[in-house]
């Protein structure tokens, strides 16, 4: 006997398999993310005063992967309504599109955390606190590696404004740090610590980085199933169309959650 | 359900034809419900036994703390190295160091749940006999299922890796509570509690693929004429089973990519500000919270544990209708109850956080819930007692098993009480009452479940009856010593003694005056010790049977040798692939024993009224 | 086989399809509009930006996933993980809120006793 069901629709459910079993998946996947975002709450209702920050994101460049993500969305699922139709030309077309706006998602997320790397705080012994570049923009440094790399001081460009200061509602707030101050001198021995804006640096940052990375590997792994869905299981149009179709509804499915966890994350880690 | 299209005929007149596949498609890599069944199976087993040796071995420091262990002791020096294996006061190589002693514990407790009775309860067993008992070909995604069991085999491997990496294996308890479980190795980065989540985020994937595959196949592969109130009841129990797990661990993966991250990344989701160890700040960011671990991680605890016992209430439940030779009693309560057990089991989780300074608001919330869950599980338990009146009882291996199972929940679910009332719980938490609450309801309760399953399967999957006398030893002899090893334990724990304690309580031999245990209850430990290496011994019978029977066991005289309803027994002997030679329909419910005016006392679901 | 689209019912889909595009552009502006408007009431600006995320998602999810089309089976299954993504959030954050009155932390002294120490960070 043969799996039915696999194309045909069950009588009592209208539903064939695969519909199913991604639903399931991605009710699993909205308990995952869900979790992480009831920690975000958790996170940062319990953060002592000033060491949760806001502010730190580019908006713009955020926006900009909004809408690159929403457009993938509906070129997914114009690609599957094209399939539907017949027309396998436009389907190709449309997950094309889909395919190059999730590169440029990635693309864009790089550049974004490599801005985070080489983004930084100190904290000195008198209490006060800066954010701002070193020289050089070395990537990854911290407190260890003013010892490790036996530095007398660090040449530092503050922000205008730190973000424990009390935010502004003007055009300083577009920019995510409103602008350079001058370099200063800043030697090693007044440092208590040291940190660009990576996990480590604060709850802020853990849970950015892993909501953001967990999305991220999400999107790469929803755009290898359509890529290989565009590329070589695409034979499978030619052999078992409906079957085929199914599929590409399936991987649609995902991608428009991967887009749904993006809508949410927006506003709550950029915005709010 | 005939082909409907030329397609599917076509297919259908070539099923004869298949090449056989090789040994490693056939045997290793292979698709087939049945295989992967026993595959999870036998590993779990394995898994099982691994587990149960680890607890053999701390029970000798907790019966004799201080004191080499004898025959194993230089071997687990040889191999584990000095950090984990001492001398005793003797000069003696071979005495448990405390390391050893919390790694063999969190271990022992994570490869019971997680590497043993899951996977055989819910994956062997499910995989097995639930595509059977609906009447489907196989599972409706079988190569998600294979994936299900690679990932497993994986995560077990990464498990028991763990315990050669330096530092040795996760030593913070099953719970992995943090800070405990980022700062107890803080030399190295690569520890056994890194190694510990990374075999979890294999364990909790290969989890939801098997999940997401069980709901399909019962919702989308029923035979004809198999309405949902016609499942055997053991379907519905492991219908339950997966939406627990579909739902429950996720928020635990997530746990575990941030408890991973406070491991290796440097952060401090669960770490608080201020944190000194040894004397020391933590360099770390702190404003992290040890609580929002114990949140996430009971949001899965406890649903699991009901992953543990439904599976075991499903098959009580078929052998109990089989060797009756009556229909279940309550069926439609059973089945309600098993929902709503699925249901609560999300809203009682902080029951096992009743010591964390809560509130009264939130813990008389939790104390609700948790009262109230213990409504269904009394109505099922209730339903199989009521089920054993007027029947006609055979007294045959997997009934022993299954009728023990009563009682001995019983038991277990009872003493729960206590735990459940928060200010009960105040005295109880984490003594050895909860070690023997617990313990009753898997190892009496639950696993007393699987060697039934065992007993009662294992003629369909390999033509042959496992040995009667020696499957009756069996089970004398693990009901005897589980009852003498988890008995003393409820009045150990009633008198103060606490879980986890490296040398069984014998520090409070100190303070015996000042509010400590008395001596009579840590004396306690040596009988218990003594009990579970006789458990142990009481288990080669068993493992001999069951390979031995499969070439020398007794021949089944048919198909269906214990005259059974359900749809599993009306296949070949083993089922080929593809199961049912013709696609099946179903007529009736599935207990359909001693039928007034039926000439045979049984009638399978899948035979026609006849005319 | 068995399913019912015919050309023009999908091309009636299609244009749903960019209405809905069209709508989530509009509430992504709208989204990051909201930001440079500052309201006195967190309690408010996370509402807002909830509300708005909920349509967006709704109509993602209602559109382009063809729930609205789709069968109780599928709705019963989210509305089910709904509820426990809702309560296991609800539920913690109500955990992490409740103390116990009363306790040594918050218990005056008695007269002539030492301070109590300062009260436990949550």
Known sequence: MDIPYTTQLREDTNLYNAKVGIWLFLASEVMLFGALFSSYILLRVGAPPGTFPHGLLNIPIGTFNTAVLITSSITVVMAWASLKMGNFGKFKFFQAITLLCALGFLTIKTFEYRDKFIHYEVWKNDGTRMTGHIEGNPWLWNTQTLSDKKLAAITFSPDAHHYAEPRKHDAEAKSDHGGHGAAVQIPAADIKRLSAFVPAHSTYFGIYFTLTALHALHVLGGAIVIGYLWGPGAKMWKTDPERFTNRIEVSGLFWHFVDLVWIFLFPVLYLL | ?611 | MSDSHSHDHIAKHVRVYIIVFVALLVGTVITVGMYYVHFESVALTVAIAVIIATIKASLVAGFFMHLVSEKKSIYTVLAVTAFFFAGLMAITIWAMHDFPDNTADTQQPLPGAAAAPAPHVP
């Open chain 2, 1 to 611: 359900m005939q082909p409907t299209t030329t397609k599917e005929t076509h297919h259908a007149a070539h099923e004869g034809h298949h090449d056989e596949p090789g040994f490693w498609r056939k045997y290793i890599f292979s698709t087939d419900h049945k295989i992967i069944g026993l595959q999870y199976g036998i590993t779990g087993l394995i898994f099982l036994f691994f587990g149960f040796c680890l607890m053999l071995l701390m029970r000798w420091q907790i019966a004799y703390p201080g004191k080499a262990i004898p025959v194993v002791g230089e071997l687990l020096y040889k191999l584990l190295g000095e950090e984990m294996v001492g001398k005793d006061a003797l000069g003696k190589i071979g005495l448990m160091l405390p390391d050893l002693y919390n790694s063999f514990g969190a271990m022992h407790g994570t490869i019971m749940v997680f590497l043993a009775i899951v996977p055989i309860a819910f994956a062997a067993f499910g995989n097995y006999v639930v595509p059977l008992q609906i009447g489907a070909p196989d599972m409706a995604f079988p190569r998600v299922n294979m994936a299900s069991y690679m990932c497993y085999f994986l995560g077990g491997v990464v498990m028991l890796a763990s315990f050669f990496v330096p530092g040795g294996a996760a030593k913070s308890g099953w719970t992995s509570y943090s800070p405990l479980a980022t700062v107890a190795d803080l030399g190295h980065h690569w520890d056994g509690q890194t190694f510990w989540i990374l075999g979890m985020v294999l364990l909790i994937t290969s989890s939801l693929l098997g999940a997401v595959n069980f709901i399909a196949t019962i919702i989308q592969l029923r035979a004809k004429g198999m309405t949902w109130m016609r499942l055997p009841f053991f379907v519905w129990a492991q219908f339950v089973t997966a939406f627990l797990l579909l739902l429950a661990f996720p928020p635990l993966e997530a746990a575990g990519v941030m408890q991973l991250m406070d491991n290796l990344f440097g952060t401090s989701f669960f770490l608080p500000t201020g944190l000194q160890v040894t004397g020391a700040p933590l360099p770390v960011s702190g404003g992290g919270s040890p609580l929002l671990w114990q949140h996430l991680f009971w949001f899965l605890g406890h649903p699991e544990v009901y992953v543990l016992i439904l599976p075991a209430m499903g098959i009580v439940c078929e052998i109990l209708a089989n060797n009756t030779r009556k229909p279940i009693w309550g069926y439609k309560s059973l089945v309600y109850s098993v929902l709503v057990i699925g249901f609560l089991s999300f809203i009682v989780w902080a029951h096992h956080m009743y010591l964390t300074g809560m509130g009264t608001k939130i813990a008389t919330f939790f104390q609700t819930t948790t009262m109230i869950i213990s409504i269904p599980s009394v109505i099922i338990l209730t339903c199989f007692f009521i089920s054993l009146w007027g029947g006609s009882i055979r007294f045959n291996t997997p009934m022993l098993f299954a009728l023990a199972f009563l009682p001995m929940f019983g038991i277990g679910g009872l003493t729960g009480l206590p735990l459940g009332f928060n200010y009960t719980d105040i005295h109880l938490h984490d003594t050895y009452y909860v070690i023997a609450h617990f313990h009753y309801v898997v190892a009496p309760g639950t696993i007393f479940a699987l060697f039934a399953g065992i007993y009662y399967w294992y003629p369909k999957a390999t033509g042959r009856f496992m040995n009667e006398f020696w499957g009756k030893v069996h089970f004398w002899t693990s009901l005897i010593f589980m009852n003498l090893i988890f008995q003393p334990m409820f009045a150990q724990g009633m008198a103060g003694l606490h879980r986890r304690m490296y040398d069984g309580g014998a520090t409070y031999a100190d303070a015996a005056n000042v509010l400590g245990v008395p001596q009579a209850f840590i004396d306690m430990n040596k009988g218990i010790s003594h009990a579970a290496w006789a458990l142990g011994l009481a288990q080669i019978p068993f493992i001999i049977n069951f390979f031995v029977s499969r070439t020398r066991g007794k021949k089944v005289a048919s198909d269906n040798p214990w005259d059974a309803t359900t749809l599993e027994w009306q296949t070949p002997t083993p089922p080929p692939h593809g199961n049912f030679p013709k696609p099946v329909e179903v007529y009736r419910s599935p207990y359909e024993y001693s039928v007034p005016g039926k000439s045979a006392d049984f009638t399978p679901q899948n035979e026609p009224e006849k005319r």
